[in-house]
């Protein structure tokens, strides 16, 4: 008995042995000049997942909260007004880290399973002038997801900076940075990126860069502060040795094999597989009679499921059941309903394969607890959607 366990949360994820392996490797100097390649690589290969080859890429050691806190402590100055667009947990922090920073700010949240309406977003910023507007791409407390397209389009429009926290959608979600002129998309390794916990990373587009050149008062995060940092990306891209803080090295390296991996298959089929699977595994899920938790199709995540337990089942219970099978998901997150649903990550390299172990372990559980349902029905349903036609 292996005893292996499948880790289905949103993030961290299982990561390619490739990755691991890369990380492993004994740590060099930060100035070395393999290192220097290695950074400047990231750095490069990062615009072509972001698919922002205009924009100024950011690798920083912290988590995907960092990289929000990058963003707003870089682009807001006190008094700014910032446009919170929320559809769960996530959104709610950039509130936090905005009044932080001194900013006033307005948010408008979607109802529990939906999204904000495009046309309250845009009433909003006709009232009022907005220095910048954040986006949860996929909100991991929901697994809802907002289309960023038309929300950047009015953010042009009202000629207000927007800020896009792709920290469950980068890497796996459709992201067209400078095509569809978001000034910051932001995530954090442990996710469709695929490496282990630890970096923050962000890319800011040309006009997210002048306005921050043209602050009239000083950053109010030493650590974050741009002045500090790009300094630094600017040396690792032009391959010369500099220092600001010590990168985490390892972590970096494994990033350069990620980003790879990523770039190899192509951020076109890529996001494709995760549409294909996630699409598959929501129908798989629906016919087990579970509810997901977003209320369409169109707004459900490709990079996480978040389902509600069944009425009379009890949800620590379910929990334990899989865990005990050796496959790890995620509880709730959301404050409001914590108790009563639960959410399955896959992203990055998941596999079919990984899902219908998902689907089989949670199967039993449900049975075991004596839920109304058809054996093998979910597996049955998740191959026959694999097996449709594109
Ligand atoms: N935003 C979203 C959408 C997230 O899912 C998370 C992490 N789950 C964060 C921000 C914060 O990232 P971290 O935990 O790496 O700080």
């Not at 970096?199 to 602050?215: G, H, P, T």
């Not at 985490?248 to 990620?258: G, Q």
């Not at 995620?330 to 998902?358: C, P, Q, W």
């Amino acid at each position: 008995m292996k005893g292996r366990k499948l880790l289905m949360i949103p993030g961290p994820i299982e990561f390619e042995p490739e990755v691991l392996q890369a990380m492993g490797m004994a740590t060099t100097s930060h100035v070395a000049p393999d290192f220097i390649e290695v950074f400047g690589n990231s750095l490069e290969l990062m615009r072509e997942v972001w698919k922002s080859p205009m924009g100024q890429p950011f690798i920083v050691a912290g988590t995907g909260t960092l990289a929000m806190d990058m963003a707003i402590s870089n682009l807001i100055e006190h008094g700014d007004r910032v446009l919170i667009i929320s559809s769960g947990y996530f959104g709610k922090r950039f509130e936090d880290i905005s009044k932080r920073y001194g900013a006033n700010t307005t948010i408008l949240e979607a109802p529990l399973g939906e999204v904000v309406s495009l046309d309250s977003i845009e009433k909003e910023l006709k009232t009022n002038q907005y220095k910048a507007l954040t986006i949860t791409h996929v909100d991991t407390s929901t697994g809802i997801l907002v289309n960023p397209k038309p929300i950047a389009d009015l953010a042009k429009k009202y000629n207000t900076l927007s800020v896009l926290d792709g920290v469950c959608s980068v890497a796996g979600e459709e992201i067209n940075q400078d095509e569809w002129g978001i000034d910051v998309v932001l995530t954090g390794s442990q996710k469709a990126i695929g490496v282990p916990p630890g970096l923050a990373l962000l890319i800011a587009s040309q006009k997210a860069m002048e306005v921050w050149e043209n602050r009239k008062t000083p950053v109010c995060n030493y650590y974050a502060d741009w002045n500090n940092w790009l300094p630094i990306m600017n040396a690792y891209e032009e391959r010369r040795p500099s220092y600001f803080g010590t990168p985490a090295v390892n972590l970096i390296v494994a990033l350069e094999s990620s980003l790879k991996i990523i770039c190899k298959e192509g951020m076109d089929k890529r996001v494709k597989r995760h549409r294909g699977l996630a699409m598959a595994f929501r129908t798989a899920i629906a016919s087990l009679n579970l509810k997901l938790l977003p209320k369409t199709n169109e707004i459900a995540a490709n990079t996480l499921t978040a389902v509600y337990y069944p009425k009379g089942i009890d949800g620590t219970a379910l929990l334990s059941k899989i865990a005990n099978d050796n496959v790890i998901v995620a509880g709730g997150l959301l404050a409001e309903i914590k108790t009563s649903y639960f959410r399955i990550g896959h992203m990055g390299s998941v596999s079919s394969n990984d899902l219908i172990s998902v689907l089989a372990v949670l199967e039993r559980a449900l049975l075991d607890l004596g839920h109304q349902m058809i054996a093998g029905k979910s597996l049955q349903t998740f191959q026959n959607e694999l097996l449709k036609p594109d």
